[in-house]
């Protein structure tokens, strides 16, 4: 079965610099997905980004970009020019590229992050 | 389109006491999830459903049971309420088709068992 590690279980960044936070996760698998997503106060989950394992380029939406490394099976998340809106839990996620696999999702623990003005 | 809702939104309910959650999604979506929430444990799968009718366990089924007799509801049952069944429940769906759609997730729902 597939793992999913979040070794910070919180961070914190002032405005307008960078962090990063980290993932590592256990798979036999060769393809598959990683996610990072968001949670702020609300609740609400939102889909920050996404990687393909069989892509080579780190994905990259606007401020968040993350750095994938297979061999070492690692998938970090690098948020620039932080805002207050981006304090929230962020959860790395897994999933199988298998239909098999019903696409079900495993997610690591989180990790708080504090933005400080 | 309101997406993936959840009734309640919050709930309490007293130990061995039964409730129903309601998840409901008007995307159309043959796959739907329920995950259970708990500080330091991150997202947890409990059962899930691959279409209208079917259903089948997560990672974290004990004490929960689920029905989808319609594609647009899946439904998360607590028989005999534990406080070990404290927390925060999420729904999700997804289509199916292209390996790359991903899972849409309602607001949550709080349930305090006490």
């Known amino acids: 079965a597939q793992t999913v590690t979040q070794s910070q279980p919180e961070m914190s960044v002032q405005e307008a610099e960078t962090v990063t936070l980290s993932c590592t996760y256990d798979t036999s698998e060769s393809d598959y997905y990683l996610f990072w997503y968001k949670q702020p106060p609300s609740r609400q989950m939102i889909l920050v980004i996404r990687q393909e394992a069989y892509k080579q380029q780190n994905a990259t939406e606007n401020r968040f970009s993350v750095n994938f490394q297979k061999a070492a099976k690692s998938f970090s998340l690098k948020i620039s020019d932080s805002q207050l809106g981006d304090a929230a839990m962020y959860f790395c996620a897994y999933r199988s590229p298998e239909r098999g696999s019903n696409y079900k999702l495993t997610f690591g623990k989180g990790t708080l992050l504090t933005v400080n003005p | ?114």
């Not at chain 2, 008007?26 to 995950?35: G, I, K, R, V």
């Not at chain 2, 708990?38 to 004490?63: C, F, N, Q, W």
């Not at chain 2, 289509?95 to 991903?102: A, F, K, L, P």
């Open chain 2, 1 to 114: 389109n309101a997406g993936v809702t959840q009734t309640p939104k919050f709930r309490v309910l007293k130990t061995g006491q039964s409730m129903t959650l309601l998840c409901a999604q008007d995307m159309n979506h043959e796959y739907m999830y329920w995950y259970r929430q708990d500080p330091g444990m991150g997202l947890r799968l409990i059962h899930y459903s691959v279409g209208e009718g079917t259903t089948a366990k997560g990672e974290v089924p004990d004490g929960y049971n689920v029905s989808r007799l319609k594609k647009q509801n899946f439904l998360l049952g607590l028989e005999s309420a534990a406080p070990s069944q404290t927390s925060v429940y999420f729904c999700a769906s997804r289509r199916d088709g292209r390996i790359t759609y991903e899972q849409y997730f309602g607001p949550g729902t709080r349930l305090t068992v006490t």
